[in-house]
């Protein structure tokens, strides 16, 4: 796990330029945004020696501020570890930016232990998935890989309000940060998104699709799309 903070308030709180209380510290303390990397393995979690320098958990980054409920960009298996940091004295309320519906982008949610409590409040918000995908919005996407045969919980069974809705095509707004999201290169609808928050900026995006020998399968089915997209013309 990785973390970065634009204010590194240190060891009992003290900023670098003031002390809890004056206005200047609480000014610089609502403008801390820590960037937690929970996950940033593509494809499938792993846990060999190979693997421990950035972690084997799938994708998972985390924003948070204080006061402030936090923004998770995907739901991969570091997300069960996110879960971990949640002191469980208060509901959890939080929203969910998923770049898209791939396995390792996702499989964290039912793992996710603040979502399994009554009165946890999580937006889920993620691509509708293109004619290959089937053309289903978000929330039908989820249902139908989140429950029996695939899983044995299903989406409804999760105690908290868990709810999802696919992502607008202009920008919006969760809480008080104004989010923009943009088609990126990959398997499937996907897309980067950009968070514009109390003055700061964090892009998550993928550079490049799995193109590795690792990743057959997706460079073929990318081949295919360039196939056939070059015989439409
Ligand atoms: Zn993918």
Known sequence: ?????????????????????????????????????????????????????????????????????????????????????????????????????????????????????????????????DHEGGGLDADSAIRTFLGPPFFPVSLDALRGDITVRSTPEGPFSVGDARVTSAEVPHCGRTLGYRIDVAGMSVSYTHLRAHETHEHLVCRLLLAKKKQTRNSSY
Not at 97 to 121: I, M, T, Y
Request: glycine share 14%; hydrophobic share 35%; charged share 20%.
């Open 1 to 129: 796990m990785g973390r970065l903070s634009t204010c590194d308030t240190g060891v009992g709180d003290r900023c670098a330029r003031g002390f809890p209380g004056d206005q200047q510290h609480e000014a610089r303390r609502a403008a801390t945004l820590n960037v937690t990397f929970y996950g940033v393995r593509g494809s499938t979690p792993s846990c060999e020696k190979g693997v421990q320098r950035y972690g084997g958990n799938t994708s998972c980054v985390v924003l948070e501020r204080p006061g402030v409920a936090p923004i998770i960009l995907d739901m991969g298996t570091g997300l069960r570890f996110f879960g971990r940091t949640h002191d469980h004295t208060t509901p959890f309320a939080g929203t969910a930016l998923v770049s898209h519906l791939h396995w390792d982008h996702v499989q964290g949610l039912p793992f996710f232990s603040p979502v399994l409590a009554e009165g946890a409040r999580l937006e889920i918000v993620a691509p509708a998935t």
